[in-house]
């Protein structure tokens, strides 16, 4: 059974800073199917990215994915004021199905 | 644009049944496999079921897989989740979701809806 591990579980920056995010499966990813999500409070969870580095529609270029296999990173180059949330990752494909990681909060230093 | 509107949460007892429902609209849902994510309060995000476009194959997370069912009805553009001999830990929100294709990943939400089982 795959397991995502996602660090730090929290990360604290100022806005204007570069924050990168970690996810680590425990196993290889199958096609790199691997998602960011990010969740405000009260709110539903937003798509970033899939398939390890496309980003969905209507996302801003300052978030990028990259990574393969066990190993992915989701980067925000210079963090808006309102991209302060937590955020998940998720792969498709490996037994479960659908895996979430535990998410990591980015907040405000 | 996309709009995802589920309805059918409440207060239930342990044990007991409930229907949640998502109305899709806004693109093609004979196209896309739907799904459903819970997030328990204060907690991270479990997928507990998904639905191909065609109705044909279903996933059921382990922790959900006997007791309940995913559906959907096409001429109604809606999806629907039978929840029975609900638990305790089954008190979460539940979201409708659409996935975006064959990678996986989940594009357009719902508010959620949120069910509470009492113990």
């Known amino acids: 059974e795959i397991v995502l591990t996602q660090s730090p579980g929290t990360l604290s920056l100022s806005p204007g800073e570069r924050a990168t995010l970690s996810c680590r499966a425990s196993?290889?990813?199958?096609?790199?199917?691997l998602a960011w999500y990010q969740q405000k409070p009260g709110q539903a969870p937003r798509l970033l990215i899939y398939?390890?580095?496309t980003r969905a529609t209507g996302i801003p270029d300052r978030f990028s994915g990259s990574g393969s296999g066990t190993d992915f990173t989701l980067t925000i180059s210079r963090l808006e004021p309102e991209d302060f949330a937590v955020f998940y990752c998720?792969?498709?494909?490996?037994?479960?199905?659908?895996?979430f990681g535990q998410g990591t909060k980015l907040e405000v230093k | 644009e996309v709009q995802l509107l589920e309805s059918g949460g409440g207060l239930v007892p342990r044990g007991g049944s409930l229907r949640l429902s998502c109305a899709a609209s806004?693109?093609?849902?004979?196209?896309?496999?739907m799904g459903w994510v819970r997030q328990a309060p204060g907690k991270g995000l479990e997928c507990v079921s998904t639905m191909t476009g065609d109705s044909v194959y279903t996933y059921y997370a382990n922790s959900v897989r006997g007791r309940f069912t995913i559906s959907r009805d096409s001429s109604k553009n809606t999806m629907y989740l039978q929840m029975n001999s609900l638990r305790a830990e089954d008190t979460a929100l539940y979201y409708c979701a659409k996935r975006v294709g064959p990678q996986g990943a989940f594009d357009y939400w719902g508010q959620g809806i949120l069910v509470t089982v009492s113990s």
């Open positions: 398939s390890a580095s």
């Open positions: 806004g693109f093609t849902f004979s196209g896309y496999v």
């Open positions: 998720q792969q498709y494909g490996s037994s479960p199905l659908y895996t």
């Open positions: 196993q290889s990813v199958n096609n790199n199917y």
